[in-house]
């Protein structure tokens, strides 16, 4: 076969497999729509994360506004330390709420923040004061079951 | 006794002998890339097995790619029907192409279509001394004749894996959407909410660029190896097939655990 002719299909078997890539990463991936560029990180300490996980999302009424950027345990206090990314096109005032919640039954662990009334917004590196832990099945289980138990006592 | 002792001397030999075959392959890779500078002054050699090796398995892969995805678009809507979540469908596709069947059956069909052709032909040629004529000539073969065609395995067996899946998801989303009728807004924002870039699809394409590795040396080296008899050259194609397999298999799973866990 001649040269050029050759060269003409494996262009063509590249740009394919290029387009597929690119099919890959805007499509089916995530590469294009979870694009949150710059940040900012504030801080929270949890005595309880249940099952978050770095890179988790954070919501704000439903809309991811950030992630989660790490979780380290504080041998001093010994909570659990979380570093949230947020967007920085969304502000929040400094007592904002930081919730762990459970999308759907089983689902993804996700922060919840609920914005209180502060005048002063966060900024990069304060610490979000109000927080809740996230809910341990077996722990609301056990008091479902005790204050059952002390209501038969009675 | 006496025929223990060579039950244990068979074991030993067997042992040896693959050690060896081992090494020499390992050799072959360094020759490779050591000549690798020489075949890549011309270029062209390595464009002509690409078309080789990655243009004309394109349609096998086309194929088998569209049917993946249309069994795992029906087999998947059975089993998610039954738990309420047949929307999930879009997920699962995506991720077992991406991840896992992806790269593993580009590999398995790739060592089957261009890695059997690559050790046929370069075993003939060393059976009808065309390597040795080269050396007279003072051409060597590595650079002539194996170098190339180890690039262009390098090069053809990521792009073959990527069009896979993304065929693959094509099929499923045929079935799926199109025959079954699941919604599509739901197939399409489920996969891009739970496929990440960076772990799956990077991952999936490393998997590629290992598998690919691992089919195309073991290719060049079955071939460069074989027996110079017509015989030889069968066996090796054939040695080729089960070993590629075998390989692919088994550093799926090593990938995976690294990868994934």
């Known amino acids: 076969m001649e040269r050029t002719k050759l060269d003409i299909w494996v262009g063509i078997f590249v740009i394919i497999g290029l387009a597929a890539l690119f099919g890959l990463a805007t499509k089916v991936g995530n590469l294009i729509s979870n694009n949150i560029k710059e940040t900012y990180s504030v801080y929270a300490h949890f005595e309880n994360i249940g099952g978050l996980k770095p890179r988790a999302a954070v919501k704000a009424a439903g809309v991811v506004v950030g992630r989660v950027n790490s979780i380290i345990f504080d041998t001093e206090a010994y909570h659990a330390v979380v570093s949230i990314d947020v967007d920085k096109r969304y502000v929040f005032p400094k007592d904002t709420f930081a919730n762990i919640y459970t999308a759907g039954l089983l689902g993804e662990q996700y922060i919840g923040l609920e914005a209180g009334g502060d005048m002063t917004n966060l900024a990069a590196g304060d610490l979000i004061t109000q927080t809740q832990d996230a809910v341990v099945l077996e722990k609301l289980i056990s008091q479902f079951l005790y204050s059952k138990a002390s209501e038969e006592d009675k | ?261």
Do not use: H
């Open chain 2, 1 to 261: 006794m006496n025929n223990l002792l060579n039950i244990i001397a068979g074991l030993g030999s067997s042992f040896r002998s693959k050690m060896i075959r081992l090494g020499a392959g390992t050799r072959l890779f360094f020759l490779i890339i050591i000549y690798s500078a020489d075949s890549f002054k011309r270029i062209g050699l390595t464009i002509r097995e690409i078309y080789f090796t990655g243009v004309l398995s394109l349609v096998i892969i086309v194929v088998s790619a569209f049917f993946v995805g249309m069994v795992l678009g029906l087999q998947g809507y059975y089993t998610l029907e039954k738990y309420g979540s047949s929307e999930a469908i879009g997920v699962l596709v995506a991720l077992a192409l991406v991840r896992e069947l992806g790269p593993v059956v580009t590999a398995l069909l790739f060592a089957g279509r261009a890695g059997t052709a690559i050790t046929a032909e370069i075993g003939l040629m060393k059976a009808t001394e065309q390597l040795s004529a080269m050396e007279v000539m003072a051409v060597s073969p590595i650079a002539r004749i194996i170098a190339p065609r180890f690039w262009a395995g390098m090069i053809s067996m990521p792009i073959l894996a990527t069009i896979f899946s993304m065929v693959g998801i094509l099929g499923g989303y045929f079935i799926a959407v199109l025959v079954i009728g699941v919604d599509e807004g739901a197939f399409w924002s489920q996969m891009q909410a739970n496929v990440d870039f960076s772990n799956d699809i990077v991952d999936g394409a490393i998997k590629s660029i290992v598998f690919g590795f691992a089919c195309t040396i073991i290719a060049l080296f079955e071939g460069f190896d074989a027996p110079p008899t017509a015989e030889g050259v069968s066996r090796a194609t054939t040695r080729t097939v089960v070993i590629s397999s075998l390989a692919v298999l088994g550093l799926d799973f090593i990938l995976t655990s690294f990868m994934f866990v």
